[in-house]
């Protein structure tokens, strides 16, 4: 019998936030997502690594997500979180058992001994870092860490082949230095994509063996190509792994199963108190105020059910593909923003744990089948123009609401271009790195995508001119003489990438040169 391979996914990725507001948006957002995302997914890989649970897990982390949980600034912070937290859900529970409220008080109690014991994690495991857990993942065999861009910029709508290059070769430093190793996989931002980028990846293969697109790649390719089916891309000799659109479906439509009546609500929280989330969803359709109070055994029951209707579908769909000859090498690959299991999706870790148990013997990493394949003996897929779960457009970044961010982002990009060549003295080379690092900050696909989907916009528009003006003056002190107070100032407000050099975009300037968006 064929051996089935199933790949899981889960890309993780937060713009840059530290000392860049806190509430609602802000550091709070990374906060969060670190207690009811990271931890808990990083748990089930110890448990994986030490032979506790089955399974192989596929992982993607941005270059500025590993430096803000590696941040010691922001490691503190954390630990305060949470035991503010802890407070906040022990005071919860006097409060409502005051108020007669015994289901909201004991929810609250659990609660605070789940805080308590994110706590304890912190301190007792992740004294050396949070990546070491995945580092120690990756040699037990169970873990694969993708790499991929700087900021997690949009590649194909930055103005010049050399920001494209700096953003992937910096996003390469980063992960050589957070794991010890060359990555294998890269994971293009928002699964980004055009025939322009071909001469970009190529220079960076090796290391790099192959990238993911969505699953709706084939639709503007030459050549129509099942997601399943391994491919090059275009013009390099990279493969290229596409998501799989029931695995897609089954989770992330408006009705897959985080929609589910018996899960957490996420929306409704009791402003009244600390804000926690006593209610479950009950139907998607029903009105906040008629939400029914959270129950998490029935909870964990319906994950566990979920799984194993996840997994008999997988297995089904693997069993029926349509055009496989016998023997032909086939993967389904589930891809998910991780930020979905737990903090989203209070119960998806839980979904998690039971799908890779169920799932274990037939999950396979990424970067183990793309050493078994050929790239010259594999179908070229070439798509005009690609991203996550689109309609072969780039609308949802570049639009008329978004125009003058991309008018700002590459009007830098050639001001700061234009700087990268020539001798300075040591106070003019911090400005141009500060610069650059803003740059990058800049160049990020979030702060598009958040105005266009009008989630924390404003937010992300105040983010963008800070970082534009930043820019702007650390240019400027390259003409009137450096102003140590303000660029020291800068340069701990915005501090990713301590090692950063002027050569990760000069020396592109030379091998890739005047190529500009559009062309």
């Not at 590993?66 to 490691?75: F, G, H, S």
């Not at 994509?193 to 960076?204: A, N």
Request: proline residues 6%; charged residues 30%; contains cysteine.
């Amino acid at each position: 019998m064929e051996r089935r391979a199933f790949t899981i996914l889960l890309h993780s990725h937060m713009p840059y936030v530290r000392r860049n507001g806190d509430w609602p948006v802000g550091e709070q957002w990374i906060l969060e997502a670190w207690a009811e995302c990271y931890l808990p997914l990083w748990e089930l890989i110890g448990e994986m690594a030490e032979g506790r649970r089955r399974g192989k897990l596929a992982l993607t982390m941005t270059p500025i997500l590993a430096e803000q949980l590696e941040d010691a600034y922001l490691r503190e912070r954390f630990a305060a979180y949470l035991r503010n937290r802890r407070r906040q859900a022990e005071e919860e529970v006097v409060r409502l058992r005051s108020l007669g409220e015994e289901g909201r008080s004991r929810l609250a109690s659990l609660y605070a001994r789940e805080l308590e014991g994110l706590l304890s994690l912190l301190e007792e495991k992740y004294g050396d870092g949070m990546l070491s857990a995945l580092r120690r993942g990756m040699e037990a065999g169970v873990l694969e860490v993708l790499a991929s861009s700087a900021t997690h910029a949009h590649l194909p709508l930055l103005s010049a082949d050399a920001c494209r290059a700096a953003q992937v070769e910096i996003g390469l430093e980063c992960y050589r230095r957070s794991f010890g190793r060359d990555p294998v996989g890269f994971w293009l931002p928002e699964c980004s994509y055009t025939p322009q980028l071909d001469r970009v990846l190529g220079r960076f293969s090796p290391p790099l063996r192959y990238v993911v697109l969505d699953h709706t790649a084939p639709d503007t390719a030459p050549l129509s190509l099942p997601t399943w089916r391994a491919c090059r891309l275009g013009g390099t000799p990279l493969a290229a792994f596409l998501r799989d659109e029931l695995s897609h479906r089954l989770v992330w439509e408006p009705d897959g199963y985080p929609s589910h009546g018996e899960y957490r609500e996420y929306v409704k929280r009791d402003y009244q108190g600390h804000g926690f989330q006593y209610w479950r969803i009950t139907s998607p359709s029903l009105p906040l105020e008629d939400k029914e109070l959270y129950d998490p055994e029935a909870a964990r029951a319906r994950a566990r059910a979920d799984a194993e209707h996840f997994a008999a579908r997988m297995r089904e769909r693997w069993d029926r593909l349509p055009g496989r000859e016998p023997g032909e090498e086939a993967v389904l690959l589930a891809a998910y923003d991780a930020e979905l299991f737990g903090h989203w999706w209070r119960e998806g870790p839980i979904w998690l744990r039971e799908v890779l148990d169920i799932l274990g013997p037939e999950c396979e990493l990424p970067g183990r089948v793309a050493a078994t394949l050929e790239p010259d003996s594999l179908p070229v897929l070439s798509p005009a123009r690609t991203a996550w779960n689109v309609d072969g457009t780039f609308n949802t970044w570049e639009n008329q609401g978004t125009r003058d961010i991309w008018e700002v982002t590459r009007g830098s990009e050639e001001a700061f271009l234009s700087r990268c060549g020539g001798e300075r003295d040591e106070a003019a080379t911090r400005a141009l790195l500060q610069a650059g690092r803003e740059l990058l900050l800049l160049e990020a696909s979030d702060w598009s995508y958040m105005v266009t989907r009008d989630t924390a916009a404003e937010y992300a528009r105040e983010r963008f001119a800070a970082h534009a003006e930043r820019f702007r003056h650390c240019m400027a002190m390259l003409e009137r003489g450096v102003e140590e107070e303000a660029l020291a100032l800068m340069e701990e407000t915005d501090n990713p990438f301590s090692w950063l050099d002027i050569r990760y975009w000069a020396r592109h300037l030379e091998h890739l040169p005047g190529h500009r968006q559009g062309e």
